[in-house]
């Protein structure tokens, strides 16, 4: 029997956006402080802080200060937090040794936040730029990138963290090989459980900017990273690196930048189904700053529905500088 309604509209959508009570029932993304990872900038040094211009409301700390906040992060319901390293451009070489020095000031950093803060998770940056005279993410000779030296080199780096007691590696390099070639270390040295968080889909971007101002990389880049990092106009080959990744033994896998990659983010999660995320970069942040400073947008909501977007296309979690900020929100009940 074919049902007669007297007047249209016969479904009526609207009736389950009420209340709010109504629409919290039938939500059907969620957004918690342990799907947040909180990138941090690391500098030397005991008690100091340092404004980052091109990203307002995020500093610099040194490992003290650092220790403290993951301490403070973790009360707020933040799990995971990620190291980044401002490395004193002296100890910037052609050969980027300073990446595996067990007394790095990631590796320091990684001992007193797991000493504070043993539930932590903390997560490394596994790329040699910050150590890299010519900041590039590998080795370079000639002007050119060298990709098996340059595994070697990452997989020196990531032994030391992991022998610092990282949770998760970040390797952020691009480079061919390098997930394989750490996993095999990784197993020899006795780390079978440290986990690897590939940045399997990782773009070259205009978006990384503000980010190589605050690690102090900006300066030293020649040239650019295009013949390691993906064409933004690429979709499969992101994809093929994924599958490449996963098959070599990472646990995890990253799409960078987030915002305009979801349509990536949505296809690694169909395909795979593993464990994505997505990172909302320096520039992402830098410019819903920017437009809330200005007036221009609503900072908080801006904020809280990019994150949302994210579990929307099916990552699950993002890595983003508005972690502390964002869980703060989540705690007072933001709908
Ligand atoms: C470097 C690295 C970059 C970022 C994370 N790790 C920059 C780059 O690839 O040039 C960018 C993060 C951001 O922009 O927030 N290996």
């Given amino acids: 029997m074919t049902r007669r309604f007297a007047e249209f509209p016969a479904t009526r959508t609207r009736r389950l956006r009420r209340t709010p009570a109504l629409r919290a029932l039938v939500r059907e993304a969620r957004l918690s402080g342990d799907d947040l990872i909180w990138p941090v900038f690391v500098c030397d040094g005991a008690g100091v802080t340092q404004e980052v211009a091109s990203m307002p409301g995020v500093i610099r700390r040194s490992v003290d200060l650092t220790a403290a906040a993951a301490a403070e992060a973790f009360a707020a319901g933040i799990r995971t937090i990620c190291l980044f390293p401002y490395t004193d451009p002296a100890l910037k070489t052609d050969l980027c040794e300073e990446a595996w020095n067990p007394d790095n000031l990631s590796n320091r950093a990684i001992r007193a936040i797991k000493a504070e803060v043993p539930g932590i998770s903390v997560m490394t940056d596994v790329a040699l730029d910050p150590y890299n005279a010519q900041g590039h993410d590998g080795i370079v000779r000639d002007g050119e990138i060298l990709n098996d030296e340059s595994v070697a080199a990452l997989v020196k780096m990531a032994l030391a963290q992991a022998d610092a007691g990282a949770d998760i590696l970040g390797p952020s390099d691009m480079m061919d090989g390098r997930i394989g070639a750490m996993r095999t270390a990784l197993e020899a040295a ?6 690897i968080m590939s940045y399997a889909a ?6 990384y900017g503000p980010f190589r101002d605050a690690v ?3 300066g030293a880049l020649k040239g650019d990273k295009k013949t390691y990092q993906l064409d933004p106009a690429n979709a499969e080959e992101g994809l093929r690196c994924v599958e490449r990744d996963l098959a070599e033994g990472a646990d995890m896998v990253m ?8 349509d990536i983010c949505r296809r690694v999660k169909d395909r795979f189904g593993c464990p994505t995320f997505a990172y909302q970069v320096s520039g992402e942040y830098a410019m819903i ?11 908080e909501r801006a904020m809280m529905e990019s994150l949302m977007a994210f579990r929307r296309a099916g990552c699950d979690g993002v890595l983003t500088y508005f972690a502390p900020e964002a869980a ?3 705690a007072k009940g933001w709908e």
């Fill in 190 to 195: 006795g780390h079978q459980g440290v986990t």
């Fill in 202 to 207: 990782k773009y070259a971007s205009a978006f």
């Fill in 216 to 218: 102090g990389a900006s």
């Fill in 255 to 262: 799409v960078k930048p987030g915002m305009p990659y979801l």
């Fill in 289 to 299: 700053r920017a437009a809330a400073g200005n007036g221009w947008i609503d900072g």
């Fill in 328 to 330: 703060g929100l989540i």
